[in-house]
């Protein structure tokens, strides 16, 4: 199985502010990368998928890129409604693998 | 609008059974691989299983997770739009939230990525 690593785990942020997530693969995937995002009680989001489309519906200050074994998640400018856990998946070979998360807080 | 809906969620004793419902509204369930991912307390998402949508891929049409595979088995009614998964010889381990989650790709090969997920249903064994 593919090995997906998160960093950070965590991180605190004021709106307004850039935030960026990083994925780091055990091995090649490329770009077959998805980011969701998912909030306390609800159903995991697709954001992103392809390492950089976005998924319809969701906001343009989501961005995603990488290559290879990195890839990274850019929230521009950080919104109240983003606040929230987000996760990374390969689907590059089966079993799909996710990324351990990475929990956005208010700072 | 697109909805998937799981229920049958609960405790269980160690080495008994349970049954997921997945409940589809809002499109064409037939039309769509779906997959069970879970979650258990303070550990990664784990994908679970997925079916194909209505044919078969190399003469199979379902995949498991190694950590499953022999103990849960998963199906669908695609008149009653609902897809399932039965639990057999639970474990502890087995102690999660479970999502359904529909397969991007419409009539094809399965993308193995995931657009919608339900809400999930938790599952906990214990004695």
């Known amino acids: 199985d593919i090995q997906m690593t998160q960093s950070p785990s965590s991180l605190s942020a004021s709106v307004g502010d850039r935030v960026t997530i990083t994925c780091r693969a055990g091995?090649?995937?490329?770009?077959?990368l998805a980011w969701y995002q998912r909030k306390p009680g609800k159903a995991p989001k697709l954001l992103l998928y392809?390492?950089?489309r976005l998924q319809s519906g969701v906001p343009s200050r989501f961005s995603g890129s990488g290559s290879g074994t990195d890839y990274t998640l850019t929230i521009s400018s950080l919104q109240p409604e983003d606040f929230a856990t987000y996760y990374c998946?390969?689907?590059?070979?089966?079993?799909?693998?996710f990324g351990q998360g990475t929990k956005v807080e208010i700072k | 609008q697109v909805q998937l809906v799981e229920s049958g969620g609960g405790v269980v004793q160690p080495g008994r059974s349970l049954r997921l419902s997945c409940a589809a509204s809002?499109?064409?369930?037939?039309?769509?691989?779906m997959h069970w991912v879970r979650q258990a307390p303070g550990k990664n998402l784990e994908w679970v299983a997925v079916?194909?949508?209505?044919?078969?891929?190399?003469?199979?049409?379902?995949y498991y997770a190694d950590s499953v595979k022999g103990r849960f088995t998963i199906s669908r009614d695609n008149s009653k739009n609902t897809l399932y998964l039965q639990m057999n010889s639970l474990r502890a381990e087995d102690t999660a939230v479970y999502y359904c989650?529909?397969?991007?790709?419409?009539?094809?090969?399965?993308?193995?990525?995931?657009?919608?997920w339900g809400q999930g249903t938790l599952v906990t064994v214990s004695s």
């Open positions: 989650a529909r397969d991007t790709m419409v009539r094809g090969i399965i993308n193995n990525w995931f657009d919608p």
């Open positions: 998946q390969q689907y590059h070979i089966t079993p799909p693998t």
């Open positions: 809002g499109f064409t369930f037939s039309n769509y691989g």
């Open positions: 091995q090649g995937i490329g770009n077959s």
């Open positions: 079916i194909w949508y209505d044919g078969s891929y190399d003469g199979r049409n379902k």
């Open positions: 392809a390492a950089s």
